[in-house]
């Protein structure tokens, strides 16, 4: 059964969380277990189904706007896309890799994933390829991807600085990293209000666990320090990162209907609280064109 153990979700504080990353080793425990991922795909299926939605159109547009057609562009004038190479970090049961087969058919797409618990779950994706591996150890040549996806795994990674690094290195000149997770620094009245929203105990301890092992925006700029990452932008809530109201996130809503109907079908989901998003933060990170600039 799940969470024989509560004693592994103590709450600890963030000094506890950089030292020992227990937290983060219990939270990834969680996903090796073949009865908690059952539990998780129905989960994901309840509240990840349009917020990973989300995070696959906001990636595709940031990219968009530096390199290829943009929505409208494609949608209607029929512009073609170029065949980018795309990497989805912590794929899991593959459920963003087949939205982005879906919204990206003549792109090549691969997802990693450590757990083969999740992996094997994930047997519905036609095109993509599925590699058992973490990010730390991703089994890539460098500059081999346009986009580097990371949804709700970041607090899971085991070497942190190691995974950012090797997503650097991954990432083709000119390319984007769009990695996005919960925050370790929200507030008690925050924790409890969303966990009060979620309808029974096991949801809530792996609510509350995987919350615990998240990092704070804080340790994350340290990560990207000591990874020698400076071309990134660090978000918090939102969307995408944006302050809800403003003029970047309404642009962002304005230009892309994807993302538009997106976030008009969550504000309909009555269970959803429109203070999830303070939970989230959201990483950019962009390899230049050129060595230095
Ligand atoms: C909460 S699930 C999210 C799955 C999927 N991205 C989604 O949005 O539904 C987290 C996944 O990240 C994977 N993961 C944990 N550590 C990882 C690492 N170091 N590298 C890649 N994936 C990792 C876990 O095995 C798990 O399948």
């Known amino acids: 059964m799940v969470f024989q153990d509560p004693d592994q979700f103590v709450i600890q504080t963030s000094a506890d969380r950089s030292a020992g990353r227990s937290a983060g080793r219990a939270a990834q425990k969680w996903f090796s277990d073949t009865e908690n991922v059952k539990f998780f795909r129905e989960f994901e299926a309840e509240y990840l189904r349009l917020p990973r939605k989300l995070c696959v159109e906001i990636a595709l547009d940031s990219l968009d706007a530096s390199a ?45 994933d450590p757990e083969p618990a999740m992996i094997d779950l994930a047997t519905e994706t036609k095109s993509a390829e599925i590699i058992q591996a973490t990010i730390e150890n991703a089994p890539f040549e460098p500059e ?74 804080d340790q994350i700029k340290n990560f990207l320090e000591q990874a020698a990452i400076t071309h990134y932008t660090l978000g918090l809530g939102g969307l995408g990162g944006y302050p809800i109201r ?24 009555g269970f959803r609280s429109s203070r999830s998003a303070d939970a989230t933060l959201h990483l950019y990170i962009r390899r230049p064109m050129t060595k230095g600039i």
Do not use: M
């Open 68 to 112: 290829g057609p943009s929505a409208v562009e494609e949608r209607l004038l029929g512009w073609p896309r170029p065949p980018i190479d795309i990497l989805d970090v912590g794929c899991g049961t593959g459920s963003n890799l087949l939205y982005l087969q879906e919204r990206r058919p003549e792109a090549k797409i691969i997802g990693i």
């Open 144 to 217: 081999s991807f346009d986009l580097i996806i990371s949804h709700s795994n970041f607090r899971l990674w085991n070497e942190p600085v190691e995974g950012l690094k090797k997503i650097y290195q991954l990432l083709k000149p000119g390319g984007l990293a769009y990695i996005l997770d919960l925050r370790g620094d929200v507030t008690p009245d925050l924790r409890q209000h969303l966990l009060e929203r979620l309808d029974s105990e096991i949801k809530r301890q792996f609510f509350a666990s995987q919350l615990e092992a998240a990092y704070t925006p």
């Open 246 to 269: 403003s003029s970047a996130a309404f642009a962002l809503l304005q230009k892309n209907e994807y993302i538009a109907e997106l976030v008009f079908r969550l504000s309909q989901e």
